[in-house]
C-alpha cells in the first residue's frame, strides 16, 4: 500500500492550493481516504475525508467552507483544494486510508486508519 502526497508549498493568506494523495497497491474503490495535519508541536488533527461508499465527505469545522476533497476512483486520488488559506492553516498534510466507509467521528481520527502516506508541508504566510 502507498500513499503519495504532493502540491503543498508555500503561499499568502488568502491563497489556495490544491493537495494530492496519489494511491497504489490495494483496491483504491473499497477505501476511505482521510487529510490531516500537524502543526509544529501540536496533535495530529483531521481535516477532511471521502468515504467509499458514494463518496460522502465530511469536514472539520475549521475548515469547512473553504477546503474541498474529492477523489477520482479511476486515477485513484484524492485531492483537497484548499482556497482562503489562513496562517494558522501552517502544517505539515497527510493522507490516509482506511478500508471500509466512515462517518464524521471515524473519519476525522487519525485513530481510524491504517495506512499513511508522507506529509506535504503546507505553509500560509506573507
Known amino acids: 500500500v502507498q500513499l503519495q502526497a504532493s502540491g503543498g508549498g508555500l503561499v499568502q493568506p488568502g491563497g489556495s492550493l490544491r493537495l494530492s494523495c496519489a494511491a497504489s497497491g490495494f483496491n483504491f474503490n473499497y477505501y476511505s481516504i482521510g487529510w490531516f495535519r500537524q502543526a509544529p508541536g501540536k496533535q495530529r488533527e483531521g481535516v477532511a475525508c471521502?468515504?467509499?461508499?458514494?463518496?460522502?465527505?465530511f469536514y472539520s469545522d475549521f475548515v469547512k467552507g473553504r477546503f474541498t476533497i474529492s477523489r477520482d476512483n479511476a486515477k485513484t486520488t484524492v485531492y483537497l483544494q484548499m482556497n482562503s488559506l489562513k496562517p494558522e492553516d501552517t502544517a505539515v498534510y497527510y493522507c490516509?486510508?482506511?478500508?471500509?466507509?466512515?462517518?464524521?467521528?471515524?473519519?476525522?481520527?487519525?485513530?481510524?486508519?491504517?495506512?499513511w502516506g508522507q506529509g506535504t508541508l503546507v505553509t500560509v504566510s506573507s
Open positions: 490516509a486510508a482506511d478500508l471500509g466507509p466512515v462517518d464524521y467521528e471515524l473519519g476525522l481520527s487519525p485513530d481510524g486508519y491504517d495506512y
Open positions: 471521502v468515504s467509499n461508499n458514494y463518496g460522502s465527505t
